[in-house]
């Protein structure tokens, strides 16, 4: 899995702290972008992520390039709504060689089962290979595709999301490669807005966890954003 990201909202942390601060300034946005001095964006800073005052967490945006994931993987990623999605097609690529798959750990431990997932796929394959040089188009054939089948895909979703993102993919209890995804987009992005991103991550870094009986029971390090050197 390559995780990277491409882009972000320039000074992210100041961005969102100019689009709070309007609310209540009698001066316009431009001028707070270029003369509130650092302590106050902090200041700003501290006051929405404590408040719950989300919605200026939207004025920021990050995108990222993924690659080598599965599809199994992006079918859980797109229900994240409140997000912007570009894939790599199975419709108009058309794999001629190798197809690359993800293999889970827990199918490689073993021996035997490591040895069936392989003759699976390599038999769909070999299958969907066939049905494209007959003539079948490609569009057509990706049906026969499993879900372990390799994908490329930048996603794109502001701050608010983000987190919300990594508040549910970050837990322990997210699948083991969506949240390792997560896991390096929260790395990539942190250093860019250290503040907001103090303690972002699972619901246990920063609060209670949500999951009840279901809870892990491995919780994360707890963060205390007020006890940082920010």
């Known amino acids: 899995m390559q995780v990277e990201l491409l882009y972000h909202t320039p000074d992210p942390e100041r961005a969102i702290a100019t689009a709070a601060r309007l609310c209540y300034a009698p001066v ?3 001028e707070l972008m270029e003369t509130m001095p650092p302590e106050r964006v ?3 800073l501290s006051t929405i992520m404590g408040s719950g005052h989300f919605s200026t967490l939207e004025h920021a945006s ?4 993924v690659d080598g994931v599965s599809r199994a993987l992006t079918h859980q990623l797109v229900r994240h ?5 570009n894939q790599q ?3 108009y690529v058309k794999f001629k060689g190798e197809i690359p798959v993800v293999k889970p750990e827990s199918v490689a431990a073993d021996a035997e089962t490591s040895a069936l997932f392989d003759e699976a796929i390599e038999k769909v394959c070999d299958a969907y290979r066939a049905l494209v ?3 079948v188009p ?3 054939a990706r049906y026969l595709l499993p879900n372990a089948a390799e994908t490329k895909i930048v996603i794109t979703m502001n701050v608010r999301e983000l987190l919300h993102f990594f508040e549910l993919r970050c837990c322990n209890r997210a699948q083991w490669e969506i949240r390792e995804m997560a896991w390096k987009m929260l790395e990539l992005a942190r250093p860019t807005a250290p503040y907001i991103f103090a303690d972002a991550g699972a619901p246990c ?3 209670t966890c949500p999951e009840g009986k279901m809870t892990c029971g491995t919780p994360f390090a707890r963060v205390d954003r007020a006890t940082l050197d920010l």
């Open 205 to 207: 870094v920063h609060g």
């Open 62 to 65: 990050y995108t990222f390039a």
């Open 42 to 44: 902090k200041s700003v």
């Open 133 to 135: 040089e007959a003539g």
């Open 89 to 91: 097609s199975q419709r």
């Open 28 to 30: 316009g946005a431009s």
């Open 138 to 140: 490609a569009e057509d």
């Open 81 to 85: 709504r409140i997000a912007s999605f």
